[in-house]
């Protein structure tokens, strides 16, 4: 059996994730390895007993060391992406395969903190958000491959600037992610502009494409890819509701199997986008992706 523990109460994720591994009704059907989440780590004491009751965990942790040696994986859940790399990194250390939940971190040097540690341990970790693996994101990169060659397009979702929990990184990570999963990682340059609350950023790759970026902060909220190709256009509203089932499984695959579903450079390349798209922003400039 995989021992999870999860560090980190105050996401909505913690307690998806434990329901999925503890409570077989919670699955839909989907087919997991043998897992349960054993241990929880939260700073908020109420809030954890809450997660804890909820997905049937039986320990509490009183600090995150206490679960190392009574798991073989965790998942780093927090909301804000700051506190990442300082709970993750004593579990990477530790030889434990580790999910960073999305963001893997706001900072790029705490990506890279967790990247070395993984590399020197030889241990696989991996972050993402959950909604590139939800099954109509996959449905629909397939639907892609019919589009010819694709030149120009857009990914539009939530995003609020102002969050507490990290600004544009907490939320605007989902809609970065969709558009690398579907459209690929060769990034030339990114150049934002925010009226009104909300903020496009156009994107500008290698390969000639173009794509809007479209973080809505002062609009209703929803998840849409448009894909203008040579051979076809496609525009679809995206049905997220399966994506903590299918990001789970990616997750337990990769402790089952000890290979890393996303490349460094990939793990990195959403915090390395919102950072561009930052800097735009605040120096009204177009930014070198590379020279982030």
């Known amino acids: ?105 706001i900072k790029l040097s705490d990506c890279q903190s967790m990247i070395d540690a993984a590399e020197k341990k030889d241990v696989p970790i991996t972050s993402y958000s959950t909604v590139r693996y939800s099954q109509d994101v996959v449905k629909l990169a397939e639907e892609l491959k019919n589009c010819g060659d694709i030149n120009c397009g857009a990914s539009t979702g939530p995003c609020d600037f102002k969050s507490i929990y990290g600004g544009p990184f907490f939320y605007g990570t989902h809609t970065i992610e969709t558009l690398l999963a579907l459209f690929g990682y060769n990034i030339k340059s990114i150049s934002a502009a925010e009226n009104n609350g909300n903020v496009i950023a156009t994107t500008k790759y290698d390969d000639g494409k173009i794509m809007a970026v479209t973080l809505l902060g002062n609009a209703k909220a929803a998840y849409n890819v448009a894909a203008y190709g040579t051979k076809r256009a496609v525009c679809r509203f995206l049905d997220i509701s399966t994506c903590y089932r299918e990001g789970f499984k990616v997750f337990l695959n990769m402790v089952e199997t000890g290979k890393k579903p996303l490349e460094y450079d990939q793990l990195l390349a959403p915090i390395k986008f919102m950072t561009c798209v930052v800097k735009s922003l605040n120096e009204n400039c177009e930014v070198e992706y590379s020279e982030v």
């Open 1 to 105: 059996m995989i021992r999870i523990g999860i560090i980190g109460s105050d996401n909505s994720h913690a307690e998806a994730f434990s329901k999925l591994a503890n409570i077989e009704e919670e699955r839909g059907g989907q087919e997991y390895p043998e897992c349960k989440v054993v241990g929880i780590f939260g700073l908020e004491e109420a809030r954890t007993k809450e997660v804890a009751e909820r997905g049937r965990i039986q320990y509490i942790a009183e600090k995150p060391e206490d679960l190392i040696g009574k798991i073989d994986a965790a998942m780093v859940v927090f909301r804000h992406g700051d506190l990442h790399a300082q709970y993750a990194l004593p579990f990477i250390e530790a030889g434990i395969p580790t999910f960073i939940d999305k963001p893997f971190a």
